[in-house]
């Protein structure tokens, strides 16, 4: 299948040209035909799949005729940062249209929104904010066709159903809406019942990682975490690493005990500011950082391109969590390697990763490494000497070669 199956609007296919699309992606292919038509769609798809593309080529194709200057669309996204990409993918895809698009979120000032969303033809907005300007009657959604509920599970996690409900009193009732969610959880099976009226569902699932990404395990108790962190990141050759962590506070901890140990490190967790958070981004992505620590909130919607690492300092809550931060790297035929460390706690967890993958994740230890020391006694950066750059660095001769596993299912 091509893109000009679609027959989109010449000034859209210009745009699928620009952006260098040679053939959709499965869940393009499905979700793009239904919501052409009109129809409501749940599309069931993790990031990375191609799914913003799925919705907004058909979304710019229905705008491009109509009357312009007046919100038509409105897409509903968790953070400020995939407001950010999807108002992006809009620019980029429909650069040769003419219609006008706006982010909005909170962290910035109010002003220059509510001057831009009188013409804006297409909003692209985090809850809280969005509803700021509702209350203020300083976006009007009188006129809106389509409704876009983007990663709406997350949406869920960070406690925003209630606004989203009370987004979905104020907006028209006759309109087309489109939910796209990485799982469906009892709430939002239940929201989707009450906003979409007989719905395609269109799903591209994601049961194992990637066969170009070798995932291991790494025992080791709490307090004994960061000494072996640095101890991998020592011993591999590492590019560019993200490393996940359980809550904020851990996260912009960590982000300073790298630093410390001479790595050139950033940390992405909910209580920088926009700039701040755009700032760690925007290093990782050039190269400034070789290492982002980060949240799973906070890193929702990043898609960050040629990641040689994904290291899970905290194990994620559930088994589609796992695969879907691994899966952050090894992308574009590139390979990665994915490290988790885990504790005792986290056995049912691993349990029910290896039940979801089909396979045992593989276990792995460093022969050399004190396993035993004392808590109180263990300086997180004792002996950590200077990181060799990356390009140079050698994987040690005590660290195990990763192995490739492939798992049924593929990505």
């Known amino acids: 299948m091509s893109f000009q199956t679609f027959q989109f609007h010449p000034a859209v296919a210009a745009g699928v040209t620009a952006a260098g699309y040679s053939a959709p992606t499965p869940i393009q292919s499905r979700a793009i035909p239904p919501i052409k038509a009109?129809?409501?769609?749940?599309?069931?798809?993790?990031t990375g799949t191609g799914k913003t593309a799925a919705f907004?080529?058909?979304?710019?194709?229905?705008?491009?005729?109509?009357?312009?200057?007046?919100?038509?669309?409105?897409?509903?996204?968790?953070?400020?940062?995939?407001?950010?990409?999807?108002?992006?993918?809009?620019?980029?895809?429909?650069?040769?249209?003419?219609?006008?698009?706006?982010?909005?979120?909170?962290?910035?000032?109010?002003?220059?929104?509510?001057?831009?969303?009188?013409?804006a033809d297409i909003i692209v907005a985090c809850p809280g904010r969005l509803l700021d300007h509702m209350g203020r009657n300083t976006v009007d959604?009188?006129?809106?066709?389509?409704?876009?509920?983007?990663?709406?599970?997350h949406m869920f996690d960070m406690g925003f159903l209630p606004d989203i409900r009370r987004i979905l009193k104020q907006v028209p009732a006759k309109?087309?809406?489109?939910?796209?969610?990485?799982?469906?959880?009892?709430?939002?099976?239940?929201?989707?019942?009450?906003?979409?009226?007989?719905?395609?569902?269109?799903?591209?699932?994601?049961?194992?990682?990637?066969?170009?990404?070798?995932?291991?395990?790494?025992?080791?108790?709490?307090?004994?975490?960061?000494?072996?962190?640095?101890?991998?990141?020592?011993?591999?050759?590492?590019d560019s690493v993200l490393v996940f962590t359980r809550t904020k506070h851990r996260a912009k901890r960590l982000g300073e005990q790298l630093?410390?140990?001479?790595?050139?490190?950033?940390?992405?967790?909910?209580?920088l500011s926009q700039n701040r958070r755009q700032s760690a981004i925007n290093g990782f992505r050039d190269g400034t950082y070789q290492i982002l620590v980060a949240t799973d909130i906070a890193a929702r919607g990043i898609d960050i391109a040629n990641v040689s690492h994904v290291i899970n300092y905290d194990i994620p809550n559930t088994p589609d969590a796992y695969i879907h931060r691994i899966g952050r790297t090894g992308r574009a035929a590139h390979t990665g390697e994915a490290f988790t460390l885990v504790t005792e706690e986290d056995k049912q967890m691993v349990r029910a990763i290896d039940h979801v993958i089909g396979t045992k994740v593989e276990r792995r230890t460093l022969p050399d490494f004190d396993y035993e020391a004392a808590a109180a006694?263990?300086?997180?950066?004792?002996?950590?000497?200077?990181?060799?750059?990356?390009?140079?660095?050698?994987?040690?001769?005590?660290?195990?070669?990763?192995?490739k596993r492939r798992a049924a299912g593929g990505k």
Request: glycine content about 8%; proline content about 7%; cysteine-free.
């Open 38 to 46: 009109g129809k409501d769609v749940i599309g069931l798809a993790q």
């Open 56 to 119: 907004v080529l058909p979304i710019l194709n229905r705008l491009i005729s109509g009357k312009r200057g007046t919100t038509r669309a409105l897409i509903v996204a968790p953070t400020r940062e995939l407001a950010e990409q999807i108002h992006d993918a809009i620019l980029a895809h429909g650069k040769k249209t003419g219609l006008q698009s706006l982010a909005i979120y909170g962290g910035v000032a109010i002003g220059p929104q509510i001057r831009s969303a009188k013409n």
């Open 141 to 153: 959604l009188s006129a809106l066709e389509v409704l876009v509920l983007d990663e709406a599970d």
């Open 175 to 238: 309109r087309q809406t489109l939910l796209f969610s990485a799982t469906m959880p009892p709430e939002i099976k239940k929201l989707a019942g009450q906003s979409l009226k007989d719905p395609d569902t269109v799903q591209v699932g994601i049961t194992a990682p990637a066969d170009t990404v070798s995932h291991a395990l790494y025992p080791v108790d709490q307090a004994r975490k960061t000494p072996l962190l640095l101890r991998l990141l020592r011993q591999t050759r590492t």
């Open 259 to 271: 630093s410390r140990a001479g790595y050139k490190t950033a940390s992405l967790q909910g209580n």
């Open 377 to 403: 006694k263990a300086d997180p950066n004792q002996g950590a000497s200077k990181p060799i750059p990356a390009r140079h660095k050698k994987t040690g001769s005590n660290a195990r070669k990763p192995q």
